[in-house]
């Protein structure tokens, strides 16, 4: 990503003016998300329900958008990516893998078909995204592989054995995230880890002032979370070899504290 995009303040009136100039036709769109959005926050003031809410509306309309794909092919592309990405850096078929806001089995599909049976463990707050992620698991016919699709309100991770994950894995998740969900996600995935284990996650990343927009889209310095996560105890590093796919986010590898 640019240098000009890294400083850009998407909340900031003088951004969102040259914008709108600049992209006329996507004026109506924006106004209607953002009264959508103010009802939504103003029925769940929690972020979490507030959410799933948007997905639950987003989904509706087409789950594959809701993920943040607007063409199937754009959706084969992002997942390939993942998956490529983590096959290059040594997943195994004996690995153990979370995927935290695994969505509708974008990247999912391809870790479940790659991982032995029952290692593919997928949690999202959406239970509309993840009635979307079992119609991807029938029709790429995995059901052989048995993977775990669960539901959940929060990141403490409690219901989850320890040390028992090699690779624990957040794709766009913490971009629609505030920081207080992050630190939940921090202050617990360190016991879920496997010995020699890591956290992959990605982010929107910002090189001027953290902001976000309609409290759907965050924007966080890496030198933030890299803190955040050594409150935690945990060794945090920015993965450079990611900045060459064509992704508009960052990706941050946490490593198994032990
Ligand atoms: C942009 S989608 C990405 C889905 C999937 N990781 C992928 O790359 O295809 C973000 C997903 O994260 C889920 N999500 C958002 N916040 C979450 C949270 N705090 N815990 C678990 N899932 C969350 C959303 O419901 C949504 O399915």
């Not at 993977?147 to 040390?163: R, Y």
């Not at 971009?175 to 020699?196: K, M, Q, W, Y």
Request: proline share 4%; with cysteine; charged share 25%.
């Amino acid at each position: 990503m640019s240098r000009t995009s890294m400083l850009k303040n998407r909340a900031s009136l003088t951004h969102k003016l040259s914008y709108a100039v600049r992209n006329p036709a996507r004026i109506t769109p924006y106004v209607k998300r953002t009264a959508r959005d103010t009802w939504l926050r103003l029925k769940h003031p929690n972020h979490v329900d507030y959410y799933r809410a948007v997905m639950a509306s987003d989904t509706n309309r087409n789950p594959e958008a809701a993920v943040g794909s607007q063409t199937h092919e754009r959706w084969l592309a992002l997942g390939e990516m993942q998956f490529n990405y983590l096959a290059e850096h040594g997943l195994k078929p004996s690995h153990r893998m979370l995927d935290i806001g695994c969505g509708n089995l974008r990247a999912g599909w391809r870790f479940i078909a790659h991982l032995d049976a029952g290692n593919y463990y997928g949690i999202d707050i959406s239970p509309d995204i993840l009635i979307s992620a079992k119609q991807t698991l029938t029709t790429y016919e995995l059901q052989e592989k048995l993977p775990h699709l669960t539901i959940t309100q929060n990141l403490k991770l409690d219901f989850l054995p320890e040390a028992h994950f090699d690779v624990v894995h957040a794709h766009s998740v913490f971009s629609h995230s505030p920081i207080t969900v992050i630190d939940e996600c921090f202050a617990n995935v360190g016991r879920i880890l496997a010995p020699g284990g890591f956290f992959d996650f990605t982010f929107d990343r910002t090189e001027g002032a953290e902001h976000q927009v309609l409290r759907e889209d965050f924007y966080y310095r890496t030198e933030t979370l890299v803190k955040l996560a050594r409150k935690h105890g945990l060794e945090a590093r920015f993965m450079e070899d990611w900045e060459t796919r064509k992704h508009g986010q960052s990706k941050i590898r946490v490593n198994n504290p032990s």
